[in-house]
């Protein structure tokens, strides 16, 4: 996201949209020919294109969504022409938005309606790390892999992010916040992960961007832990519709909490591949 941002911001900041264009039923009949762009900024997962008429439009990406830069007249290559919710060019560039999500244009004044929500943002300039274990803790008996996701706690922390810390930690996915022993470091830990990839494509928390090498946990489920050889266990963690895949060395992580998930057995290891700003 915070990737995706800075190449959106990069395109278009400063340029007027020569095509300002929504396919969605709310936005359709919404022109935004002729409006200047400021600045492309991300709040945590979200995206706020800011515009010199004092309009913010807001994407979301979810589990699947993207924005695809091209030069004019190159050929759009993200997808079948009906997940292309958005198109928004200049005389530079082309940015196409595919399966985007929460889409919303609102007073630039008005964001907080928005974003106003979310707790400190990880990859933000105003990061407060000591607002964001606050915030943690203030739901001491939630498990800590569905705390880390809640992004009114802190803002930015994907699956991955959430899974690989918290093997890095020796933290149990399940675990209560308030059994996590040291909480700011898990919290800096995610960070420091998201610092080392946000400006690449490749997510690697291990260091090595070889497929197959780039994660401790994520996408491991029946293979050996890289530090201890214990079988990576894959279980579903969340409430009901938003539980979201969860990886954990059963060793390396061990339980300090009663709330213990059951694993999944023989099913496939992932539904659907991680998906990466593009
Ligand atoms: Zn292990």
């Not at 020919?33 to 994407?59: N, S, W, Y």
């Not at 607002?131 to 996701?149: C, F, K, M, N, T």
């Amino acid at each position: 996201m915070w990737l995706a941002a800075q190449r959106m911001n990069t395109a278009l900041a400063g340029g007027t949209l020569r095509r300002g264009e929504f396919r969605i039923p709310q936005l359709a009949t919404l022109d935004l020919t002729g409006a200047g762009v400021r600045e492309v900024v991300p709040r945590g997962k979200h995206l706020l294109i800011r515009l010199d008429d004092g309009r913010t439009l807001r994407t979301h990406f979810r589990m699947d969504g993207s924005w695809h830069i091209y030069r004019p007249g190159a050929r759009w290559r993200g997808g079948p022409a009906f997940s292309v919710r958005a198109v928004l060019a200049t005389d530079q560039w082309e940015c196409v938005g595919y399966r985007l999500h929460d889409m919303a244009l609102v007073a630039t004044d008005h964001e907080d309606s928005l974003v106003g929500h979310l707790g400190p943002d990880v990859l933000g300039p105003d990061w407060d790390a000591e607002e964001a274990v606050r915030r943690l803790r203030s739901s001491p008996d939630e498990q800590i892999g569905v705390a880390l996701l809640d992004q009114r706690n802190l803002a930015g922390i994907g699956n991955l992010y959430k899974v690989e810390s918290l093997f890095l930690c020796g933290v149990h996915p399940w675990a209560r916040v308030a059994d996590v022993a040291d909480l700011p470091g898990l919290v800096e830990r995610a960070r420091m992960l998201m610092l080392a990839n946000r400006d690449h494509p490749e997510q690697s928390t291990t260091g090595d961007t070889r497929r197959g090498q780039d994660h401790w946990v994520a996408g491991r489920r029946g293979r050996p832990c890289r530090r201890c050889g214990t079988t990576i266990l894959l279980g579903d963690q969340g409430p009901d519709l938003q539980e979201r895949v969860t990886w954990w060395c059963p060793r390396c992580q061990a339980a300090r909490s009663p709330i213990d998930p059951e694993a999944r057995t023989g099913e496939p290891d992932h539904p659907k591949p991680l998906v990466t700003a593009s």
